[in-house]
């Protein structure tokens, strides 16, 4: 079950304005609460999939933002929501809860290979294949 913290934490955040944003990213970042609430909520793991899904998709929220703080706070979560995956996948009984943890890691990882502009970050690389000759190598052909 949600502790009160993070419930308000869940409803402060619909509250705020486009333009509070930043007031709203040095706030949070230096809430004593929020934090361990929720590392205590993922660690616990006796949540439901209405309880997880709004959770997730704050911490996403927080990152497509790209205020610096409030990816940072998201970022702190990666590796309990890595490991609160897992764990799910792993067990039948809670393996339909780890969708909203999935979306919120990829949508993550999604946000990170493209630029603002919407192009690859990634550079496409070709590994070299020996069998093919090329300048630092000759083919050797079987004898």
Request: hydrophobic share 35%; with cysteine; net charge negative.
């Amino acid at each position: 079950m949600l502790s009160q913290i993070i419930k308000d934490w869940l409803a402060e955040y619909k509250t705020i304005q486009q333009d509070g944003l930043q007031t709203y990213s040095e706030k949070i970042s230096k809430d004593s609460k929020i934090l361990p609430a929720l590392c205590e909520f993922f660690q616990a793991q006796k949540y439901s999939h209405e309880e997880l899904d709004p959770v997730c998709h704050q911490l996403f929220e927080f990152y497509r933002t790209r205020q610096d703080d409030l990816q940072r706070f998201t970022l702190e979560f990666v590796p309990d929501l890595i490991s609160t995956y897992l764990c799910a996948v792993g067990s039948q009984s809670t393996k339909k809860n780890s969708t909203a943890i999935e979306a919120c890691l990829l949508e993550i990882y999604n946000l990170e290979i493209v630029n603002k502009d919407g192009s690859s970050k990634m550079e496409t690389i070709t590994i070299p294949t020996l069998a093919k000759s090329s300048i630092y190598h000759e083919v050797m052909v079987p004898s």
